[in-house]
Antibody
Framework: QVQLQESGPGVVKPSETLSLICSVS?????????WGWIRQPPGKGLECIGS????????YYNPSLKSRATISVDMSKNQISLKLTSVTASDTAVYYC??????????????WGRGTLVTVSS | ETVLTQSPGTLSLSPGETATLSCRAS??????LAWYRHKPGQAPRLLIY???FRPTGIPDRFSGSGSGTDFTLTISRLEPEDFAVYYC?????????FGPGTKVDIK
């Protein structure tokens, strides 16, 4: 059974970089799917951050994040990471690690982690 | 970007009843639409993809229909675990977007 587990600091200071790790068990991240992140600010809707297939050379990011996000895969550890630079209070959200198909035609998310709340506050 | 609108915002029903949820897209996404169920503190679960296909393990109480801009999720014979928030998501146009959700609660 595939399991995704997010981890990282619960609080990040404004203007700093948010860093999260997603540990995947029960499936090799080298095998045929894209991996990414979705977030949900308190009381608001879900927003796709981006996804990557095997390497950053085949990646997609939501333009709304204005190049602040970087998603990487560590195949040796079976982990995915997210870095979001220059955070503000509007980046406060529950962050979910997700799996989706490699191509846009399979752009639905068939595996999710439980999410981790990150608060941006000084 | 493609905006998804879900209705109603809240649906109050009893166990055993049928829920009908609507999702409307601001432009055509053909059949590139998925539905998810989300219970507090849990990982969201994929229920439907391709507008009408169920992943392995999803019971046939869940059915999806529609194409273009109008989609429906029908949940027959509501069970206790079905009282949750349901989101639609389109992947027909970049960036992929979600609807605001429909909450199904116990009447």
């Amino acid at each position: 059974q595939v399991q995704l587990q997010e981890s990282g600091p619960g609080v990040v200071k404004p203007s700093e970089t948010l860093s999260l790790i997603c540990s995947v068990s029960g499936y090799s991240i080298t095998s045929g799917y894209s991996w990414g992140w979705i977030r949900q600010p308190p009381g608001k809707g879900l927003e796709c951050i981006g996804s990557v297939y095997r390497s950053e050379s085949e990646s997609y990011y939501n333009p709304s994040l204005k190049s602040r996000a970087t998603i990487s895969v560590d195949m040796s550890k079976n982990q995915i990471s997210l870095k979001l630079t220059s955070v503000t209070a509007s980046d406060t959200a529950v962050y979910y690690c997700v799996r989706r198909g490699r191509y846009d035609s399979s752009g639905y998310y068939d595996q999710w982690g439980r999410g981790t709340l990150v608060t941006v506050s000084s | 970007e493609t905006v998804l609108t879900q209705s109603p915002g809240t649906l109050s029903l009893s166990p055993g009843e049928t829920a009908t949820l609507s999702c409307r897209a601001s432009q055509s996404v053909t059949t590139n639409l998925a539905w998810y169920r989300h219970k507090p503190g849990q990982a969201p679960r994929l229920l439907i993809y391709g507008a009408s296909f169920r992943p392995t393990g999803i019971p046939d109480r869940f059915s999806g229909s529609g194409s273009g801009t109008d989609f429906t999720l029908t949940i027959s014979r509501l069970e206790p675990e079905d009282f949750a928030v349901y989101y639609c998501q389109q992947y027909g146009r970049s960036p992929f977007t979600f609807g605001p959700g429909t909450k199904v609660d116990i009447k």
